[in-house]
């Protein structure tokens, strides 16, 4: 049996179960989301699933290129205490898991699937089940679990717990969780685990704890092989001088029994290997380790206990990873060769970690090791479907059937025809580089690709991790010249992460859709500058919105008379607020703005005035807060004057963190007048350009 292409939200339990004598199964393609019940406590039932099986004669299953999200229930974390009648009360995190096999018979592969989640939805363990200390358990044998893109859990990202016999674990890269891949118990053996990466560890909420390799020598004894693996130590979010790793690399929670290690970088800040009991059988060497416990003895003779250096560009982004060492790292060139585990060494020796330099990037999640363009009945089908209509939260083809690349955009009209700009995530993307596009349209319906109008490798050395977000372009009149501003940002020079620039950029070009040449880059009036908006009121000034973090607030700008620079600061708006966007409609100015929350949605505010200097208003909901703006944030307000009508349009950004480029819009026209501003429920919509009148469908 095949289940391909299945979007399926708000199971009542399970988003899909398997039932008794079920073998011979692929599970591909499908987006799993708002599963699980909610306990009596408000938290989630253990164990609810994306993916749930019960029997134990379950055989040969596949769960490949799923995207499992967002469940219904939350799970408690490590300090938090769950209370229920008739039971003790428990730290241990309970609630919602994605795949979940109990006691199996196994031969089973799951592999380049993407789970993530938020704060408020987070699991017990992403991959898992009971029965851990037993012959059995998950995935019981004969199973590989790979390619995988894993994020937050409260306890195990990968808990392959009971027989492990002949189970293999490799590729998988996991942040946002307690403990990396959990092997207490490995009764049978043997298992290995290889070439995967751990990002950012935490027991609770800003607590940054964990370990990569959960041991324990209960009913313990099978061979556990771990090589090539890497723990980062990704920086703090709050810019202090703690990284967020992994705490401790193999030995976490239990003793230690009968494990072997080479080539692994433990770049951790405890202890590398923690051996709680004396490990007769345990041989741990080559290995590049840190940490502040002693090896144990007899261990480790030709290891590595150094730090190591990245090459540049290291990162994670759109599920491709560059974790190579620089050839002037401790462990470059100095692995222990493996036959069938390093045979791609491109140096006089493998080098020590998941990826070998000079190797391409590693990927993982849905789109991982797959073709990045569609083939042709997917194009014609796309257009077919978009044509003269626009659905929100949907994938919007553009005339060649590709979903528009035009992210934290932003439009400007010029005669009949619409130019819409914004940040191309596309998966094929040159890594170094960022990326705008332009799209034309005449009825903001359909939309043609004209060029990637900006195509700029770091153009300041402002570092590997340099970001580019919301461009925004501007058509200069008396210059005629056209000139995009974008927001600029990453860490400062020595620091290893963060959005600590906080500066526009500015680019200019002769015509609207042409090559686009950057110029320079400052912070407005000397303030910081985050999230960037552009606003164009009717006697045609030209205004900058951008976010000032330190001021808790938003500045509205007037630009230079060239443009290339911000002339006045016409207000701060003393709200926290990002994304801001402007229209002035019946004398009254009105502005959108969305709160500090990253990448996550929130609910949206507005607020009114009778001139840009202000006074504003009180800032109140443009949606039903719990719906978080329908899962969108604000980018721009697009005015169409008809000769009937005057029609506002929100313009918003459905952010897909892990899939940037599959990252979706939500536009909709605004129930907008007298001082009152209301997003509706969104639906399929069309707009007549001419008579400015839009037909929603209910």
């Given at each position: 049996m095949t289940l391909r292409?299945?979007?399926?939200?708000?199971?009542?339990?399970?988003?899909?179960?398997?039932?008794?004598?079920?073998?011979?199964?692929?599970?591909?393609?499908?987006?799993?989301?708002?599963?699980?019940?909610?306990?009596?406590?408000?938290?989630?039932?253990?164990?609810?699933?994306?993916?749930?099986?019960?029997?134990?004669?379950?055989?040969?299953?596949?769960?490949?290129?799923?995207?499992?999200?967002?469940?219904?229930?939350?799970?408690?974390?490590?300090?938090?205490?769950?209370?229920?009648?008739?039971?003790?009360?428990?730290?241990?995190?309970?609630?919602?898991?994605?795949?979940?096999?109990?006691?199996?018979?196994?031969?089973?592969?799951?592999?380049?699937?993407?789970?993530?989640?938020?704060?408020?939805?987070?699991?017990?363990?992403?991959?898992?089940?009971?029965?851990?200390?037993?012959?059995?358990?998950?995935?019981?044998?004969?199973?590989?679990?790979?390619?995988?893109?894993?994020?937050?859990?409260?306890?195990?990202?990968?808990?392959?717990?009971?027989?492990?016999?002949?189970?293999?674990?490799?590729?998988?890269?996991?942040?946002?969780?307690?403990?990396?891949?959990?092997?207490?118990?490995?009764?049978?053996?043997?298992?290995?685990?290889?070439?995967?990466?751990?990002?950012?560890?935490?027991?609770?909420?800003?607590?940054?704890?964990?370990?990569?390799?959960?041991?324990?020598?209960?009913?313990?004894?099978?061979?556990?092989?771990?090589?090539?693996?890497?723990?980062?130590?990704?920086?703090?979010?709050?810019?202090?001088?703690?990284?967020?790793?992994?705490?401790?690399?193999?030995?976490?929670?239990?003793?230690?029994?009968?494990?072997?290690?080479?080539?692994?970088?433990?770049?951790?800040?405890?202890?590398?290997?923690?051996?709680?009991?004396?490990?007769?059988?345990?041989?741990?060497?080559?290995?590049?380790?840190?940490?502040?416990s002693a090896i144990p003895a007899g261990q480790e003779v030709h290891g590595i206990k150094g730090v190591p250096i990245y090459a540049e560009g290291s990162g994670l982004r759109d599920g491709k990873g560059q974790f190579p060492l620089a050839p002037t790292s401790p462990g470059y060139d100095a692995a222990l060769r493996l036959p069938n585990f390093n045979d791609n060494l491109a140096g006089q020796g493998p080098d020590m970690g998941a990826h070998e330099a000079g190797t391409p990037p590693m990927e993982f999640g849905v789109e991982a090791h797959r073709p990045q363009r569609p083939s042709s009945s997917e194009i014609a089908a796309n257009a077919l479907v978009a044509a003269y209509r626009i659905q929100p939260g949907e994938i919007w083809p553009d005339d060649r059937g590709r979903h528009i690349q035009a992210h934290g955009g932003g439009i400007i009209k010029l005669g009949d025809t619409f130019y819409w700009f914004g940040e191309d995530r596309s998966r094929d993307n040159e890594r170094g580089k960022r990326y705008v596009s332009c799209y034309a349209s005449k009825n903001l319906m359909d939309w043609t690709f004209r060029n990637q109008v900006l195509k700029l490798a770091d153009p300041e050395q402002f570092g590997w991790a340099w970001v580019l977000e919301r461009p925004k372009v501007f058509y200069n009149t008396k210059t005629r010249q056209y000139v995009m501003y974008m927001h600029i940002d990453g860490p400062m020079p020595g620091e290893g992460g963060g959005y600590k620039l906080a500066r526009v950029g500015v680019a200019t070009c002769a015509t609207v859709d042409g090559d686009y040449k950057y110029l320079k880059s400052f912070r407005p009036l000397g303030q910081e500058s985050r999230d960037i908006g552009q606003f164009i009121d009717d006697d045609g000034s030209a205004y900058l919105i951008f976010e000032d973090r330190p001021a808790h607030g938003f500045h509205i700008a007037k630009l230079s008379d060239d443009y290339l620079t911000v002339e006045k600061d016409v207000c701060l708006i003393r709200a926290p607020l990002e994304g801001g966007a402007v229209v002035h409609l019946n004398g009254l100015y009105y502005v959108v703005g969305s709160a500090l929350t990253g990448w996550q949605p929130n609910p949206n505010k507005y607020a009114t005035a009778p001139s840009l200097a202000g006074p504003w208003s009180e800032f109140q909901d443009i949606a039903p807060p719990q719906t978080k703006t329908y899962g969108s944030q604000s980018t721009m307000l697009v005015k169409v004057v008809g000769t009937k009508t005057t029609t506002v349009v929100f313009m918003g950004d459905i952010w897909k963190p892990r899939t940037q480029w599959d990252s979706r819009y939500l536009w909709m026209p605004l129930e907008i007048g007298v001082g009152k501003l209301w997003l509706p429920e969104p639906h399929e919509w069309t707009i007549d350009i001419e008579t400015g009148a839009v037909t929603i469908q209910k």
């Open positions: 292409g299945l979007i399926l939200k708000n199971a009542q339990q399970d988003g899909i179960r398997i039932f008794e004598n079920c073998h011979d199964i692929v599970i591909e393609n499908c987006d799993i989301s708002g599963w699980g019940r909610i306990a009596e406590d408000g938290w989630g039932k253990d164990y609810d699933a994306a993916i749930y099986s019960k029997d134990r004669a379950l055989t040969r299953v596949i769960v490949q290129r799923n995207y499992m999200h967002h469940p219904r229930s939350n799970s408690n974390n490590w300090r938090q205490t769950r209370t229920a009648p008739g039971k003790p009360a428990s730290n241990h995190p309970e609630g919602p898991q994605t795949v979940v096999f109990w006691d199996s018979e196994g031969n089973h592969v799951i592999r380049y699937n993407t789970v993530d989640s938020d704060d408020d939805h987070e699991y017990n363990d992403v991959f898992g089940a009971g029965a851990n200390f037993s012959v059995r358990g998950f995935p019981n044998r004969d199973s590989d679990i790979y390619g995988n893109l894993l994020s937050h859990c409260w306890d195990d990202a990968i808990e392959s717990e009971g027989a492990n016999c002949n189970v293999r674990i490799w590729g998988n890269y996991v942040s946002q969780c307690y403990v990396g891949i959990a092997c207490a118990s490995t009764s049978l053996g043997p298992l290995y685990v290889w070439r995967n990466v751990s990002g950012a560890m935490r027991v609770a909420p800003g607590q940054w704890s964990g370990g990569f390799l959960k041991t324990s020598d209960n009913l313990g004894g099978g061979r556990i092989f771990v090589f090539h693996n890497t723990i980062l130590q990704p920086p703090s979010p709050t810019g202090g001088p703690d990284t967020i790793g992994a705490q401790q690399g193999l030995g976490w929670g239990g003793a230690m029994v009968n494990v072997t290690s080479r080539n692994n970088i433990l770049h951790v800040t405890r202890s590398a290997i923690r051996n709680q009991k004396t490990d007769s059988l345990g041989d741990y060497d080559y290995d590049l380790y840190s940490g502040r």
